[in-house]
């Protein structure tokens, strides 16, 4: 079992931006597949999601202002998502997180009283990076489970709020650099319980701080149940 969390960044360039991103993220899977980048034949499933057909391969790509992610597992009945987000105001964060998150997750994001934009774009990727596991859109984004419970005493903490049938290990990274410029980086992978190795593609690197560990496991008295 291979997995990858492969990260490139470049100077961020409005005119050329979207283009540099998307031949970067596909030369990052082109080199974990050892393929040149004209042999690889991606597919889509209904639901948009890409896939390369006959091969044990799975993967999920992202960028953001500048940055490009792709995560990469190869073996058997193994799948992945990846979200990176370039934490900076977005118009709108605070009813996204109103409409859209778990009572717990807006405790979180409003810990202090006030609104928190990295703790929004904290929970913001990880539900992202789970939607691009599944295969879906924002549009699904009501539906995603809350990655915030709280405990006895009401501390909130990470948590994936849902039982699961195989097993989830996500992972949330903090990247930035000398300049105050940061990103919030999510990945996960469904199958078994494994952090990424990371590999850095271009020249320029960023600070990666892992920020939240967060695994999900099934229940062996539901699955009893389940088989009965």
Sequence with gaps: MLYYLGLSFFPENKLTQKKHEKAETKRMLSLFCEKPIEELKISNKA???????ESDIDFSIAHSGGAGAVSFVKGDNLRTGCDIELIKHREGAMNITEDYFSAAEKKYIFYSGKFDETRFFEIWTLKE?????????????LSVPSFISCDDSNETMFNFGASVSSPLSFRLYQLSDSKG?????????????????????????????????????PNPVQEALLKN
């Design 47 to 53: 639901g948009g999601r890409p896939f390369l057909p």
């Design 129 to 141: 990076c789970f939607l691009k596991l599944r295969g879906l859109s924002v549009f699904y984004m």
């Design 181 to 217: 410029v940061r990103y919030m980086l999510a990945t996960v992978i469904e199958g078994i319980q494994q952090q990424p190795e990371i590999v850095w593609f271009s020249q320029i690197s960023l600070d990666c701080m892992m920020k939240a560990e967060i695994n999900a496991t």
